[in-house]
């Protein structure tokens, strides 16, 4: 498991994990689409928009190994604007292949873009 060295390990002054420390022994845990339904919490859309940003840094719209990066936080992005980059795709990998895709993480998150300048 590939460990995204600078990453940021949860969302400053929270709780919200980005990163785990360490591979489970039981395998990784597969990725799947959550829905975001309006009324979720401001903290949780918070989070969702930090780790976006936090994506967008450090990947940019080049494809990206999942490696350490928190299941249940990309779970929340993922088949919108975190998605597959290898087609067959292991949603149960740590070395799987994924991608932001920029337009719907634009339009879903544009606070992530434009807070740190990166409109």
């Not at 420390?21 to 949780?44: H, I, M, N, Q, V």
């Not at 990947?59 to 980059?85: K, M, Q, T």
Request: glycine share 10%; hydrophobic share 40%.
């Amino acid at each position: 498991m590939i460990k995204h060295r600078g990453f940021p390990g949860r969302l400053p002054g929270t709780d919200f994990q980005f990163v785990i420390r360490r591979p489970s022994k039981g395998g990784a845990t597969p990725l799947k689409a959550r829905e975001r339904f309006a009324d979720r919490r401001p903290a949780d859309r918070r989070a969702d928009s930090g780790f976006m940003a936090a994506l967008w840094e450090q990947f940019g719209a080049e494809p990206f190994e999942r490696g350490n990066l928190d299941a249940g936080r990309l779970s929340w992005l993922f088949g919108r604007e975190v998605v597959p980059a290898e087609d067959p795709f292991d949603p149960a990998s740590y070395e799987a292949l994924l991608k932001i895709d920029e337009a719907a993480a634009r339009r879903a998150f544009p606070e992530a873009f434009e807070e740190e300048g990166w409109a």
